[in-house]
């Protein structure tokens, strides 16, 4: 049972656009959700989270928006640059579970100068 | 150290060899997790330790699989009789208060 579905698997945006990926959960338990960027040969590290009191939170070119009713959130990359051409993973975590995280699928981001 | 230490980087074990992965987490940080991720896929949680103490290791694919921590500090990931199917790699993470935790880059395991 996937009960963290992301998608799209993978994206090409142009330099300068939008980059947006979307995450669903099952579990109205989850109280923590982070994105994660991973780069070839490296591990994921963290871009930005948000918890389920808030609808958006924003850190620079990186926005989630998070809707509670609907159990879906999404990252934003503004003005998306080639340097941001990675594999980006939704997340979720349970608060009594010590931050154990339950991984989307990932999306492959591709950014064409 | 300024992050997670894992060793070795590459490890290739022949079907049946025994193996042990090691993590060295970044210091004072309470919470140590292992994660397994597989080609193409997101991480998946293994086992979690909050210093010595082993919390949670619900994740462990078979009883093949041990880890341990036993100061606290540094932990090892062993794989018993290593199958084919354990080829991944096998990310750790700390963290001090068990949200926003650092990864290692991972040891990426072959099992020929």
């Known amino acids: 049972q996937q009960q963290v579905k992301q998608s799209p698997q993978s994206l090409i945006v142009q330099k300068g656009g939008i980059s947006i990926i979307n995450c669903a959960y099952e579990n109205t338990a989850f109280d923590y959700f982070p994105w994660y960027q991973q780069f070839p040969g490296k591990g994921p590290a963290l871009l930005i989270a948000?918890?389920?009191?808030?609808s958006e939170k924003k850190e620079g070119r990186f926005t989630i928006s998070f809707n509670k009713s609907a159990k879906q959130f999404s990252l934003h990359i503004m003005d998306s640059q080639p340097g941001d051409s990675a594999t980006y993973f939704c997340?979720?975590?349970?608060?009594?579970?010590?931050?154990?995280?339950?991984f989307g699928q990932g999306t492959e981001l591709s950014v064409k100068p | 150290g300024a992050g997670v230490s894992q060793s070795p980087r590459y490890k290739v074990a022949k079907r049946g060899q025994d193996v042990a992965l090691r993590c060295d987490p970044i210091s004072g940080h309470v919470s140590l997790f292992w994660y397994q991720q597989a080609l193409g896929q997101g991480p998946e949680f293994l086992t979690y330790?909050?210093?010595?103490?082993?919390?949670?290791k619900s994740g462990l694919p078979s009883d093949r699989f041990f880890a341990e921590r036993p100061e606290g500090s540094v932990s090892t990931l062993k794989i018993q009789r290593t199958q084919q199917e354990d080829s991944a790699v096998y990310l750790c993470?700390?963290?001090?208060?068990?949200?926003?935790?650092?990864f290692g880059s991972g040891t990426r395991l072959t099992v020929v």
């Open positions: 997340a979720a975590s349970r608060a009594n579970q010590g931050g154990k995280l339950i």
């Open positions: 948000i918890r389920p009191d808030v």
């Open positions: 993470a700390s963290s001090f208060s068990g949200s926003g935790y650092t």
């Open positions: 330790f909050q210093n010595e103490a082993q919390l949670d």
